[in-house]
């Protein structure tokens, strides 16, 4: 499995980013996909996860204001992010693996800039 992440870029505090990630290969409907992140000079760390089945949870920090969804008709999992804040500010990264949390699969990375 690839993937393919795009949609970072910068925007303002209190904006709005949608970033997708494309995967290539046909497992794409029995995986569970998640969004990670990495803060410049902090460890990466999970902020959304999404089951086979649609479930999905989110970091504290993220909760109401993010929301992770998938189309495996197009195997594209998505992470709306709203109301975004400086500390928001890393390089994204999409997974895939047997289960939320357990990443065998890694995209590039984007980066994400909330600055004014």
């Known amino acids: 499995v690839q993937l393919q992440a795009s949609g970072g870029g910068l925007v303002q505090p209190g904006g709005s980013l949608r970033l997708s990630c494309v995967a290539s290969g046909n497992i794409f409907k029995i995986i569970a996909l998640g969004w990670y992140r990495q803060p410049p000079g902090k460890q990466r760390e999970l902020v959304a996860g999404?089951?086979?089945?649609?479930?999905?949870n989110y970091s504290d920090s993220v909760k109401g204001r993010f929301t992770i969804s998938r189309d495996n008709a197009k195997n594209t999992v998505y992470l709306e992010m709203n109301n975004l804040k400086a500390e928001d500010t890393a390089v994204y990264y999409c997974?895939?693996?047997?289960?939320?949390?357990?990443?065998?699969?890694w995209g590039q990375g984007t980066l994400v800039t909330v600055s004014s």
């Open positions: 997974a895939a693996g047997p289960r939320v949390g357990v990443s065998v699969y």
């Open positions: 999404i089951s086979t089945g649609g479930i999905t």
